[in-house]
């Protein structure tokens, strides 16, 4: 049995809020609910989601980023000096049949980055509270506010030197990592959706036009996670999940690991890399050879954006592929991203979602034996 994060069996994090919850944030927005009568809802949909997991047998239980409405703003707007300005990056999201839709999740940094008080440690908190197996909590990473826009997101005006930008967000990031490991967090996941999306050639064509070189930010952006990381605690196990986007069953990017997967692999002081590969789209599994021995792969295989039940025998069958690249005793399972990075969550039930979840312990256990 696998002691220590990621665990065979494991998941990447956000879940479809339920009803109560979606009602109770859209009554609050409007003021027809108190900010205390909201946290008892969400405190009451977190219990819930929590015994959830522990059912479906997962050994890492999340609060299913219940107290967020997205994956990564929450988080990066509660930093002093980054705030939200309600506009769409100039990369759509793109769904079946030529569907395509924005977030309106950009974010500019307009004054000195700093950690003004803690972030989401509470949030932690409460989950440690509740949670009978480990409990895991997913923060996104700074590198991708950066990207979607470089210098326009970062203003010269704000910050005349880039390097001082990153020294003020990885001591934002340091604080608040120390203060989670401090409440009692052992398992923390990095979501760093840049590792993916600087595989696609539109968004790479993107990143040149913004005025950055899409061959050099992997590097760049590897050292800024390994800066953040540090002075973690040896208590503390760290992974980094990437996608290719996840919003109402839609992405934003395609194309393989093979433009970053050496640099990023290995070149960044995490202790397991939760990979996206659930379509045609993630590419094939030769960029692991890449990926360091001592390092833990989590195939994203079952996907958060289908109803459909995936098969035991071709998850198996998969599994077997990507061990011709990464020793078995090194490969995890898990779906492909979470279930609703955004609060609209994706186009499946929360039966869907369920069966989805024990189907990746079940698949677990028969191929090492133990979830």
Not at 31 to 43: F, K, N, V
Not at 239 to 266: K, Q
Request: some cysteine; charged content about 25%.
């Amino acid at each position: 049995m696998t002691r220590k994060p990621p665990f065979r069996a494991d998941q990447v994090g956000s879940l479809l809020r339920p009803k109560e919850l979606v009602e109770a944030r859209d009554k609050a927005a409007k003021g027809t609910i108190s900010a205390a009568q909201l946290r008892q809802i969400e405190d009451r949909s977190i219990r819930d989601a929590v015994k959830m997991q522990e059912a479906a047998g997962l050994r890492a239980v999340t609060d299913g980023e219940f107290r967020r409405a997205f994956w990564h703003t929450d988080f990066l707007t509660g930093i002093e000096g980054i705030v939200a300005t309600q506009t769409d990056y100039s990369v759509a999201f793109k769904g079946e049949g030529g569907e395509t839709a924005g977030t309106s999740t950009m974010m500019v940094v307009n004054s000195k980055v700093k950690r003004a008080k803690p972030i989401m440690v509470d949030h932690f908190a409460y989950l440690k509270s509740v949670a009978k197996q480990t409990p895991k909590f997913c923060i996104p990473s700074p590198t991708y506010l950066h990207m979607r826009g470089g210098k326009r997101i970062v203003p010269p005006g704000v910050y005349a030197d880039m390097e001082d930008f990153w020294t003020d967000i990885v001591r934002a990031y340091r604080e608040e990592i120390r203060d989670l490991a401090a409440a009692g967090c052992n398992y923390l996941q990095l979501d760093d959706v840049t590792v993916a999306c600087l595989c696609d050639k539109d968004i790479r064509a993107q990143v040149k036009a913004d005025g950055e070189d899409p061959d050099k930010l992997p590097a760049k952006y590897a050292s800024v996670v390994n800066a953040i990381l540090a002075d973690r605690p040896a208590s503390l196990s760290v992974t980094m999940h990437t996608c290719r986007g996840n919003h109402m069953s839609m992405w934003m990017a395609s194309g393989g690991y093979d433009p970053v997967a050496e640099t990023v692999f290995g070149g960044t002081a995490v202790d397991g890399f939760f990979l996206e590969y659930d379509t045609e789209r993630a590419g094939g599994f030769e960029p692991l050879r890449f990926v360091p021995k001592n390092k833990k792969v989590v195939l994203g295989l079952v996907s958060t954006k289908k109803p459909k039940l995936e098969s035991k025998d071709e998850l198996k069958r998969r599994i077997d592929a990507a061990a011709k690249f990464v020793p078995l005793e090194n490969l995890c399972l898990s779906p492909q991203c979470g279930f609703a990075s955004t609060h609209f969550g994706n186009r499946i039930t929360a039966d869907d979602q369920r069966r989805k979840l024990e189907l990746v312990v079940q698949v677990a256990e028969e191929v090492w034996g133990s979830a």
